[in-house]
């Protein structure tokens, strides 16, 4: 079973950028895709932006594309986000999960599993 742990959140201005971490352990890392997500108070958890096992395929919301960047460093076992031009809408815990195949085959939390215990991040405006 692999664990996931996230780090990397915390309180920034609108405009600021942040980096998010996802560092895994327990299985082979590269063998599995991987992604992030969200989940404001009261709202449900929401995909944000996945990657291949490889690295290669990236997949993201609407709503983060041309402000995220999601990346993995297999040799690391750790995956990140790179945040920019973040905004208050933006405010959220973040989890990283380990998907169960190879590619991102779909981007609803029931693809993914197990997860990270999260990391809050708060933009200020």
């Known amino acids: 079973q692999v664990q996931l742990v996230e780090s990397g959140g915390g309180l920034v201005q609108a405009g600021d950028s942040l980096r998010l971490s996802c560092a895994a352990s327990g299985r082979t890392f590269s063998r599995y895709a991987m992604g992030w997500f969200r989940q404001a108070p009261g709202k449900e958890r929401d995909f944000v932006a996945g990657?291949?096992?490889?690295?290669?395929?990236?997949y993201y919301a609407d709503s983060v594309k041309g402000r995220f960047t999601i990346s993995r460093d297999n040799f690391k076992n750790t995956m990140y986000l790179q945040m920019s031009s973040l905004k208050p809408e933006d405010t959220a815990v973040y989890y990283c999960a380990a998907s169960r195949t190879y590619n991102v085959d779909g981007t609803g939390p029931a693809y993914f599993g197990p997860w990270g215990q999260g990391t809050q991040v708060t933009v200020s405006s």
């Open positions: 990657v291949s096992g490889s690295g290669a395929r990236k």
